[in-house]
């Protein structure tokens, strides 16, 4: 469990204010991924990497950037924080093509008034 | 398009009874499932994968081609199986999931 954290794992915010989650790594896992969670809506892919420097959007990616400058760290970036992204959300990793099992970190409740 | 679909919010079941979670899934190709758990104040953990045909905690998931579904089942609830429960698809490269709305399973004494 240790091998992927997150930070901060609350967070208050007001709407229009940016607001950047990071999501840290000690597996060396090649690929990683933002998720948030709702009710009634499971979890919903926002942004994946599949390598340093390497994303692609997910389901439900508007509204939300990624980076990944260093096979470490993942960054989701909410450049203007609304009412609607009001959620928790997920890191979670996955080493390689072939091993299908994604890790996943503790969450991120964010609140955004 | 990939969707997973499992229709119940919420099932609860009296311990020592049988469980089983419903999971339906649409998918073109050849398709690749999970179920995943999360404990209360715990991380999202994998269950068990169909590929692997195992059975983990007393659950086991067959897939069903026919009638695209990968229920969950466990013969005897124990306590301890109280938990959310996510079925999952996972779709073109790089190891994406479709994850279902997820079923609370709540074991009563």
């Known amino acids: 469990d240790a091998g992927i954290t997150q930070s901060p794992r609350h967070k208050v915010t007001e709407t229009g204010t940016p607001v950047t989650l990071r999501c840290h790594q000690t597996?060396?896992?090649?690929?990683m991924y933002w998720y948030r969670q709702d009710p009634g809506h499971g979890l919903r892919l926002i942004h994946y990497?599949?390598?340093?420097?390497?994303?692609d959007k997910g389901e439900v990616s508007d509204g939300y950037s990624v980076s990944r400058s260093k096979t470490e760290d993942f960054l989701l970036t909410l450049e203007s924080a609304t009412s609607s992204q009001t959620s928790v959300y997920f890191c979670?990793?996955?080493?390689?093509?072939?091993?299908?099992?994604?890790?996943f970190g503790p969450g991120t409740r964010l609140t955004v008034t | 398009a990939q969707r997973v679909t499992q229709p119940e919010k919420l099932l609860s079941v009296f311990k020592g009874a049988p469980v089983e979670l419903k999971c339906n899934y649409s998918y073109s190709g050849s398709p690749e499932l999970f179920w995943y758990v999360q404990y209360s104040r715990q991380r999202l953990q994998l269950l068990l994968r169909h590929i692997s045909r195992e059975s983990i905690k007393g659950f086991t998931a067959d897939l069903n081609k026919g009638e695209t579904s990968f229920h969950l089942k466990k013969p005897f609830a124990q306590e301890e199986d109280s938990a959310m429960y996510y079925c999952?698809?996972?779709?073109?490269?790089?190891?994406?999931?479709?994850f279902g709305t997820g079923t609370q399973l709540k074991v009563e004494l």
């Open positions: 999952a698809l996972m779709r073109g490269g790089g190891n994406k999931l479709t």
């Open positions: 597996e060396n896992h090649r690929y």
């Open positions: 990497s599949y390598g340093v420097k390497d994303t």
């Open positions: 979670a990793t996955s080493p390689r093509t072939g091993d299908h099992e994604q890790y």
